[in-house]
Structures are given as C-alpha cells and as structure tokens.
C-alpha cells in the first residue's frame, strides 16, 4: 500500500502468509517497544513500599499471578481479541473509535459537515443506512447535546493521558534501564551517575526527532527482538536454576491468598503491577501502519510468552533469595547473572530507547490529530519523511516534552513515583479505550446492547480495581499525570469553545452571492492581476472577513477562490477526492469555491503543490462545468443530489504526482492545452495535459460555452502567471458585555494568551510570508 498518499482502505484480500511475518517482524520495533521493556520496572515499583518480599513467597508469586492474568486478560484478550478489530479503515486509537461512532450515530460537534463528504470512500459504514434500525441508546445520545458534549470530553481525557504518557515513559524507561548500573556502582556514586546518564540519554532521544526515525528506523526491530530473546533466555535461566515449580504460580488462587495476607497494602501494590500492561494501547493506536493479523502474530507467537518467561524467571530467583538490604533491589537487574550483566545493560538501554521512541512518535500524532478537530492550538507539523505516511515532528511539543521529561527524572529520582505516575495516565487510557469499544459495539457493530454492557462490566471492573489502586497513590507522583491532564484539557476546550463560536459568529455574519455581484457597480470595483485565496471557514456564502476586505479596499484579484480546509471523521482523504471545488456566481465573474478536506490522520500538503495542484483542479473543473451546462437535465440527475447549500460542487480528481503548471497556455476554440513540468528521477521533462472541447459543433450555443471555456481557462492562466495572494483573517476575540466571569477569563484570557503564543494561521497553513494578506477582524462572542 502506498505509505505516501495515505493508507485509506485496507485492502479486502488477505495478506500472504510472507507479508503477514514481515510486517509481525517490523511490528516489534513500532509496537512492542514500550510492552517489552515493562520487565525493567514492574517488581521494582510494586514492592517500593507497600508490600515487603518475606520468606513465605506469598507475596512474589501473588504478583506473578497478578502479572500473568493482567496480560491475559487486557492485552491478550481485550485488544487482541476485540478492541483491533474495531479499527476505522485499518486505523486504530482513541480518535478511530471516535471517528466511527460519529459516522454511525450524530454526535460530532465538528462544523461544516456536509452530505458530500459521506461520499468519501473512507467514509465506510457497518450497514447500510437503509439496513439499519435506530437504537434507544443510538436516539438518546442523538437527542442530547450534553452528551455529545461528554463524549468529547472522555476522548479529551483520553488524549491528554497519552500525552501525559509521552512525557512519564520515556523518563521510567530509561531510567530503569540505566539503573543497572547499581550493581557496578558504589552506594555513593550511584546518586551522581544515573541521574545524569539518564538525562543525557533523554536529551540525546528528543535532538534527533527532527531528523524522524526512518534513518535508523530499520534497526528498531532488531533490537526489540534481541531484546525479547534476551528476556525469555535469561527467563528460562532463572526457572531451571532456582524454581522449575514456578507454574504453579499462575494459579488465580495466588492471588487471592496475596490480597488476604497484604490487605489494603496489596491493593495498593496494584498500582505498580499494572505497569505490565503499558504498552497495550500501542498495539491499538499503531493498528494502521501494519495489519490486524501480523499484530496478532506478533504479540500470541512472541511478545506475550516472552513477558510471561520473564516475569517467571524473576519470580523464581526472588523465591530463592530474600536478603535484600532493601526492597529497592527486589527488581530486573538483580536475576541477571553478573557474567551478562552488562551486555543485558546495554541492550535494556537500547531497547528503553525504542520504547521511548514510539510513545514519542505517538505524542506527535495524537497532537496532530487533536489540531485536526479543532481541540488544540496550532503548532507547527514537519513531515520528516517524504516516503512513510505519518512520520511527523512537532518542534514545540518536542522540547517541551524534553523539558518535562527531564524535570519528572531530576524530581522524582526513583522508580516508585515515576511509576504511580506512570501507571495512572495507562490505565485512563485503557478505560477511555473500554468506554468507547462498548458504544462501537452497540453502534456500529449492531450487537445487543448486553453484549456491550457485558463487555464494559468485565474489562471495566478489572481496569477500574487498578485505576483505583494508582489513584490512591495521588501524593506519590499520581498527582503529576493528573495535573497534566488538567492543563491540557483547559487549553483544548477554551480552543475548541472558541473556535466553535468564531464558526457561529462566521456562518451569523456571512454575507450572499448576490451582495457580492451588486458590490462591484456601487463601488466600482477594480479587479487586479492574480490569484485570491480567501481562507474561510465556512462552506457557503462569503465571509465576513472578505466583505471587510472589500468595502475598505475596492479592489480584488482577477481570479478569486474562497478556500475552506476542513477535517472530515476519517482517517484519510484519497487526494483523488481531496478537493470539491464549485462557483461563486456566474462564469464571467471568475469566483470559485474550493473546499480541501483532510482526515484526522493526514499530513497537510506545503503550499507550492497545494497551489499547484489547486489551478489545476480549477482547469478541470471548468472543463467539467462546460460538459456538465451541455448534457442533458437527466445526466444531471445521475449523480447524489446534495444539499442546496452545496449545489454546484463537484469533486475533482488528482493523480499522485506532484506539478508545477509552466506559465504558458495555448487555446483555440477546439481545445486548450496546458502544459505541467513533472519532477522526476531523470531531472525534468514536460508532459503535455489536454483539455480538449468537443470540436464538432452543431449549435452556436455549444460554440459559445467553447469559446467561454477557452477565455477562462485562458484567464486561470494568466493570473497563475501573475502570482498568488492568500488571504487570511486576523482576529481579535472578546466576549459580549454581560458575560459570565468563566467566559470571559476563557476567551478573553485564555484564548487569546493562546493566539498570541502559537502559530499564526499563515504558519499552520504552510503561507509565504511575501504572499500573505492579513485582514483584522474583531469577533464579539
């Protein structure tokens, strides 16, 4: 599948059995890299405190049965089993679930949705709409806006613990992987070596993201697998040398004689145990860039019984050994055999950097896909790689999550802090992902509501018992994700609010067609050489900002387009469907409308070949317009009829080159053609694109729209000729006299401290500087 242009829909065939193991293989170094290191850090954070390593084993093989049926149940089960196969278009994560109950049930809250984007072929659905029956539930939730609301919000909640995760992973991964160094190490310069190593490990992590990871990306895997095989030997070691009766841990009844003798202690301990599972989300949210069946593969066949190997192997050394002088010891490093301690040192940091990496990467995703719904402020994407789809970096989000990972590792300088911290932004996460499954299931699936209740009641509970454990632990670093999550989340709803109403107080004040045309004879309007790109919102009528524009300054460009990019709840938008493009008047007024729809996944384009590609598709549409006024009223009809709002749009094709449209443009009254420089491998060549008009006329009306056809096209030229203008609002908001104090410190405060320390529109939008034109507008809210 094309990576480049976007993966879209999976293909319906099966993958051979050779592709299915290659992808499983690469798989390891994307996926499992956060998953496979958790051995370096459960048995440490778990017996940090609360419980304590006695010569009864109660309390180690407790833990080891806690660990065998956590991973069963949640990573095995749960998203193994059920939650990947909820994937939208092959994409998986928080915003998938999302994106398919909005295509099922009407809860977005999302403007400027229209019919014609259902017609997306991404745009999939379960059933048929014809086929399906309303639900209660599905009325319910369609029927209250709070609901809507609240649904936002829980995917919100979700959203910030991942990245509060990309913040505390990367600084417990690699510091308990540089703790090794321990055993190496004197009592007094334990302090002074592994507090610094680690922070210029971290350092080094976050310098190269702006280099993107397809450099050294092909080692990834090799690492990871190294990594697991190093785990399960050592693992086998371990149970053969001191306890081959280590099995009988897994028995449940373990862990209820744990919890008996521990108490409210051992329910605390839980907190640490379920570290295990970090990572699992991973297997969810990295669902596009493989398959279902090469993850599957992947986890049963290798991952889970190496986990499994390598709980058991510490399990079965700490039996046999009991004389810590703390229980700081109880951890990874203490069951590697000193001859391989340092081979095993290296490869564990090694392998905390790939883990790292991949929640990192993530980070950056889910930032971009947050800024695609409008739900975050806008920062600037760098696409690092021309070749992967997806591989971004954000350069604001790196260094910040670079200074707090630093600031988690010198202010917390243990496992057990950063691990309560750890663990309560996880099992969030998890419970988000249970939440939203259940609706999937009842939504999209069409199964009985029970089914879904049943599934919520059972993964629920079991997340919820260890939610509880980490929140109590709110004193001892549990309060760090918390207060993320709670920045994050002011910062993504005063957005999200306002530029909700910025688009109510747009779609108030837009002015019509008609307004436009009459404008010209009252103010002698001038029409200057160029291209206009006016930057909208909205879908329809012409905005507020352009009106201001225009009775301030009576002048505009000879060709003008109202752009609106929007984001649609898809993962990706083919670019053969990506523009719908109509008029704004009659054709001899050389208006058109261009709408440029992204999914939640895409990487917007840089300006050159957007423009590009943007003239063209205005060639063609023109072309298509002329064919379209010649047919028949019945031809007309064979197409979806859209709403009124949208009549006239039409969605235009593009290949997957990328060009650049030469200055000159030879017509007749027969056909125009226009010619395009592609750049390829073999240094430029032209190609000649015709845009041919039937030359058999057989009435003077048909001579007419060809000749008219020729004049536009001619003029489309010119003005690409004569340079671009893009122009974008400036705005200023303020609230209404009267509103409330919340409001106004929302707005007026937050919203606008937001404006001013972000990217501009120009930045986020990819707009030369020289070409920018900047009209102020004031929205009173």
Same mark, same amino acid.
């Given at each position: 599948m094309d990576l480049e242009f976007g993966r879209g829909v999976r293909s319906t065939q099966r993958?051979?059995?050779?592709?299915?193991?290659?992808?499983?293989?690469?798989?390891?170094? =994307?996926?499992?890299?956060?998953?496979? +290191?958790?051995?370096?850090?459960?048995?440490?954070?778990?017996?940090?405190?609360?419980?304590?390593?006695?010569?009864?084993?109660?309390?180690?093989?407790?833990?080891?049965?806690?660990?065998?049926?956590?991973?069963?149940?949640?990573?095995?089960?749960?998203?193994?089993?059920?939650?990947?196969?909820?994937?939208?278009?092959?994409?998986?994560?928080?915003?998938?679930?999302?994106?398919?109950?909005?295509?099922?049930?009407? =809860?977005?809250?999302?403007?400027?949705?229209?019919?014609?984007?259902?017609?997306?072929?991404?745009?999939?659905?379960?059933?048929?709409?014809?086929?399906?029956?309303?639900?209660?539930?599905?009325?319910?939730?369609?029927?209250?806006?709070?609901?809507?609301?609240?649904?936002?919000?829980?995917?919100l909640i979700g959203t910030c613990m991942v990245i509060g995760d990309g913040v505390l992973t990367p600084a417990i991964s690699v510091f308990s992987a540089v703790s090794g160094l321990e055993f190496s190490l004197s009592k007094d310069h334990r302090e002074y070596a592994v507090i610094p190593i680690t922070c210029v490990i971290l350092?080094?992590?976050?310098?190269? *993201?702006?280099?993107?990871?397809?450099?050294?990306?092909?080692?990834?895997?090799?690492?990871?697998?190294?990594?697991?095989?190093?785990?399960? !030997?050592?693992?086998?070691?371990?149970?053969?040398?001191?306890n081959p009766h280590v099995y009988q841990a897994l028995n449940p009844c373990y862990m209820f004689k744990f919890l008996k003798k521990t108490r409210k202690y051992g329910w605390m301990s839980l907190g640490g145990i379920l570290l295990c599972m970090t990572g699992s989300e991973a297997m969810f949210a990295d669902l596009g860039h493989f398959s279902y069946s090469a993850i599957q593969l992947a986890f049963t066949s290798l991952v889970y019984p190496a986990l499994i190997l390598a709980y058991m192997g510490q399990a079965a050394y700490l039996s046999k050994h009991h004389d810590f002088y703390s229980n700081s010891q109880v951890g990874f490093y203490i069951a590697v055999p000193d001859k391989v301690r340092w081979p095993v040192l290296v490869l564990a940091i090694l392998a905390s950097v790939v883990g790292s990496q991949a929640i990192i990467s993530g980070t950056f995703s889910i930032i971009n896909q947050?800024?695609?719904?409008?739900?975050?402020?806008?920062?600037?994407?760098?696409?690092?790689?021309?070749?992967?789809?997806?591989?971004?970096?954000?350069?604001?989000?790196?260094?910040?999550?670079?200074?707090?990972?630093?600031?988690?590792?010198?202010?917390?300088?243990?496992?057990k802090h950063m691990g309560n911290a750890s663990g309560l932004a996880v099992i969030t996460v998890m419970l988000?992902?249970?939440?939203?499954?259940?609706?999937?299931?009842?939504?999209?699936? *069409?199964?009985?509501?029970?089914?879904?209740?049943?599934?919520?009641?059972?993964?629920?509970?079991?997340? !919820?018992?260890?939610?509880?454990?980490?929140?109590?632990?709110?004193?001892?670093?549990?309060?760090?994700? +918390?207060?993320?999550?709670?920045?994050?989340? !002011?910062?993504?709803?005063?957005?999200?609010y306002t530029t909700i109403k910025k688009y109510e107080f747009d779609l108030h004040n837009k002015v019509t067609l008609e307004w436009l045309l009459a404008l010209g004879d009252k103010l002698g309007m001038v029409r200057v050489p160029g291209i206009g790109l006016v930057y909208t919102d909205l879908t329809s009528g012409v905005p507020a900002n352009f009106s201001r524009f225009v009775t301030n300054l009576p002048a505009f460009h000879q060709v003008l387009v109202f752009v609106c990019v929007k984001s649609v709840p898809v993962p990706y938008v083919f670019p053969a469907e990506r523009y719908l493009i109509g008029r704004v008047g009659p054709p001899g007024h050389r208006s058109y409308?261009?709408?440029?729809?992204?999914?939640?996944?895409?990487?917007?384009?840089?300006?050159?070949?957007?423009?590009?590609?943007?003239?063209?598709?205005?060639? +063609?549409?023109?072309?298509?317009?002329?064919?379209?006024?010649?047919?028949?009223?019945?031809?007309?009809?064979?197409?979806?009829?859209?709403?009124?709002?949208?009549?006239?749009?039409? =969605?235009i094709g593009r290949s997957h080159a990328s060009y650049?449209?030469?200055?000159?443009?030879?017509?007749?009254?027969?056909?125009?053609?226009?010619?395009?420089? +592609?750049?390829?491998?073999?240094?430029?060549?032209?190609?000649?694109?015709?845009?041919?008009?039937?030359?058999?006329?057989?009435?003077p009306g048909a001579a007419a729209d060809s000749k008219q056809v020729a004049e536009e096209l001619e003029a489309l030229a010119a003005a690409r000729e004569s340079g671009s203008a893009f122009i974008l609002g400036h705005s200023h908001v303020q609230c209404k006299p009267g509103s409330s104090l919340l409001k106004r410190l929302a707005v007026d405060v937050g919203y606008n401290f937001l404006r001013r320390n972000c990217r501009g529109p120009d930045v986020a939008l990819r707009v030369p500087p020289a070409s920018l034109l900047e009209v102020g507008m004031v929205y009173v809210l």
């Open positions: 993958d051979s059995w050779k592709t299915t193991l290659l992808l499983a293989y690469q798989s390891l170094g =994307v996926v499992y890299g956060d998953l496979s +290191i958790s051995p370096l850090y459960v048995f440490k954070s778990t017996f940090a405190e609360d419980i304590q390593h006695s010569e009864t084993n109660e309390e180690i093989f407790g833990v080891l049965s806690f660990v065998f049926w956590t991973l069963t149940l949640i990573p095995l089960i749960k998203y193994v089993s059920i939650v990947l196969r909820a994937d939208d278009n092959g994409e998986g994560g928080t915003f998938a679930l999302y994106s398919l109950i909005c295509r099922h049930a009407n =809860v977005s809250l999302l403007p400027s949705r229209q019919i014609a984007d259902e017609e997306l072929s991404t745009y999939k659905l379960e059933r048929p709409p014809e086929r399906t029956d309303k639900s209660h539930i599905k009325v319910w939730l369609e029927k209250h806006k709070k609901l809507h609301t609240a649904l936002l919000i829980m995917v350092a080094f992590l976050f310098a190269l *993201q702006h280099y993107g990871t397809h450099r050294v990306g092909f080692l990834f895997a090799p690492i990871v697998l190294a990594w697991l095989i190093c785990m399960s !030997a050592l693992g086998l070691y371990n149970i053969i040398h001191w947050s800024q695609s719904l409008s739900c975050f402020p806008r920062v600037k994407v760098v696409h690092t790689s021309e070749k992967i789809h997806g591989q971004i970096y954000i350069p604001e989000i790196n260094w910040l999550l670079m200074i707090l990972c630093i600031a988690v590792t010198v202010g917390f300088r243990d496992t988000v992902t249970t939440c939203l499954t259940s609706l999937v299931i009842m939504l999209c699936w *069409q199964r009985p509501p029970v089914l879904a209740l049943c599934f919520l009641l059972f993964f629920g509970s079991v997340e !919820a018992l260890y939610f509880s454990a980490s929140l109590i632990k709110f004193l001892e670093g549990a309060w760090l994700p +918390i207060l993320l999550a709670f920045i994050l989340m !002011a910062v993504m709803l005063v957005w999200h409308r261009c709408i440029v729809r992204y999914g939640y996944r895409d990487v917007h384009q840089d300006v050159d070949s957007f423009e590009t590609e943007l003239v063209e598709s205005l060639a +063609i549409f023109i072309k298509l317009d002329a064919s379209y006024r010649c047919s028949d009223a019945s031809e007309q009809q064979g197409a979806t009829t859209p709403l009124p709002e949208e009549r006239g749009l039409t =969605v650049d449209l030469q200055d000159s443009v030879q017509h007749s009254a027969a056909s125009v053609e226009m010619t395009r420089r +592609i750049r390829g491998a073999d240094g430029d060549r032209a190609k000649q694109v015709r845009f041919s008009i039937d030359s058999n006329v057989t009435s």
